[in-house]
């Protein structure tokens, strides 16, 4: 008999969050042993850096379309101010901007957009983003 179907495991940022410590506390250890390995600690460090950036563009983005939290309660999140929060928002923006040029992401919108003017077939819906 066949059992039914799986439900999916849903992982609770805290519980990432508390994994990546358990992680990054091996990756010390590793270092400790072999400071060839603070390289790879640097990578992480910068990686975890971009993250955040563009994590805070995209928060920005869904405050500005009405989302739950609006931009001045990601600076209060953050703890700094407005000023300082659009710096921040910027850098992720501009990350977020390359990193989707270097999927192909751009033009695959663009050769989507072309091929239903083409067509002469109407979007069905705005691509957010």
């Known amino acids: ?3 039914g179907p799986r439900t999916k495991r849903v992982t609770e940022p805290a519980e990432l969050a ?3 410590a358990r992680f990054f506390r091996r990756m010390e250890d590793h270092a400790a042993d072999d400071p060839a390995n603070l390289v790879l600690i ?3 460090a910068e990686a975890l850096r971009q ?3 563009r994590a805070i563009a995209r928060a920005a983005s869904a405050a500005r379309e009405g ?3 609006s931009i001045n309660h990601i600076a209060g999140i953050l703890g700094i101010k407005k000023q300082s929060l659009h710096e921040l928002m910027r850098k992720g ?4 901007d390359a990193q989707r040029a270097r999927l192909g992401v751009v033009n695959l919108r ?3 957009r072309a091929r239903l003017a083409e067509a002469g077939v109407p979007e069905r ?3 957010v983003g």
């Open 42 to 44: 640097e990578e992480l």
């Open 18 to 20: 508390a994994n990546l």
């Open 1 to 3: 008999m066949h059992p």
């Open 67 to 69: 989302g739950d939290y």
């Open 125 to 127: 819906r705005t691509a």
């Open 51 to 53: 993250t955040k950036l």
């Open 93 to 96: 923006a501009a990350l977020l």
């Open 110 to 112: 663009e050769r989507r």
